[in-house]
């Protein structure tokens, strides 16, 4: 009988090892570029060259004109725009430009201006320029932003969403910083950028762990781009309720029968 009782003690202290154990995760494992551990120095490390979104065919740019005369300007605003992304609308007080299929937008007065393969940036000095030259303005100012322009975080995060980027500039960490960082049973050795260009998908696996991650081609991301952050093994232990619960009932069991039979002898 006591041989029994010890039996049952052991299957018990075991019991709560492996549930206990299956919840860790090593704090290695959730550290951010570990391989800078002396934080006592500076750590210099070349910058990949900067990525710059292109306008594409089918965007749809935000384009504000405003100058020194708001009746003269009114004619290229006839309307406010909105972008929808993961917070609902944003407002921008802008008109609504869709890019042409042949790259182009309808622009007022000015008429047909080439837009695709342009950055925000040049598309606007090539406006203020045009209203310049035209004397239609004295001094304009043109504002040009993406109101289509998102990216999707799923996954390990505290708030997966589509989030949209008025300005054409993020990076991994930007998504992953807006999406509320990952939660505790996130991989970061195995973070995931899905993107699709020219009708190719590609999928790139970055390590957060490592400061490698800033040399790849996809820690900048492009439009339409989705990161996706795998569970641990922490959680996928912690998803299978079946397992979890028919282990607790069993020990449960056990332990009533072991009482029973311990009072009983």
Avoid: W
């Avoid at 008429?111 to 310049?132: C, E, S």
Wanted: one cysteine or more.
């Amino acid at each position: 009988m006591k041989r029994l009782k010890n039996h049952g003690v052991s299957f018990g202290l075991a019991t709560t090892v492996l549930l206990t154990l299956s919840y860790c995760t090593p704090s290695r494992n959730i550290v951010y570029f570990r391989d800078l551990d002396d934080t006592a120095r500076i750590h210099v490390q070349d910058s990949i060259q900067h990525f710059e979104a292109r306008i594409q065919q089918g965007d749809v740019l935000g384009i504000q004109v405003s100058s020194a005369d708001a009746v003269a300007s009114a004619p290229f605003n006839p309307g406010s725009a909105q972008g929808t992304g993961a917070g609902g609308a944003v407002a921008t007080g802008a008109h609504a430009y869709q890019v042409d299929p042949d790259g182009t937008i309808d622009f007022p007065i000015l008429g047909k201006i080439h837009a695709a393969g342009l950055t925000t940036a040049v598309l606007r000095d090539t406006l203020m320029a045009r209203l310049a030259d035209s004397d239609y303005l004295k001094e304009p100012h043109v504002s040009v932003q993406y109101l289509n322009y998102k990216i999707t975080v799923l996954g390990e995060v505290a708030r997966p969403a589509t989030y949209p980027i008025t300005d054409g500039k993020a990076t991994l960490l930007d998504a992953l910083g807006m999406a509320g960082d990952l939660t505790i049973f996130g991989k970061r050795k195995n973070v995931t950028v899905i993107r699709e260009e020219g009708g190719v998908r590609t999928f790139a696996k970055l390590d957060l762990t490592s400061s490698q991650v800033f040399r790849s081609p996809y820690f900048y991301l492009h439009q339409n781009d989705v990161v996706y952050v795998e569970p641990n093994k922490a959680k996928s232990a912690a998803s299978d309720d079946r397992v979890i619960r028919g282990v607790s009932l069993a020990a449960g069991m056990l332990a009533v029968v072991l009482s029973l039979v311990y009072l009983l002898k």
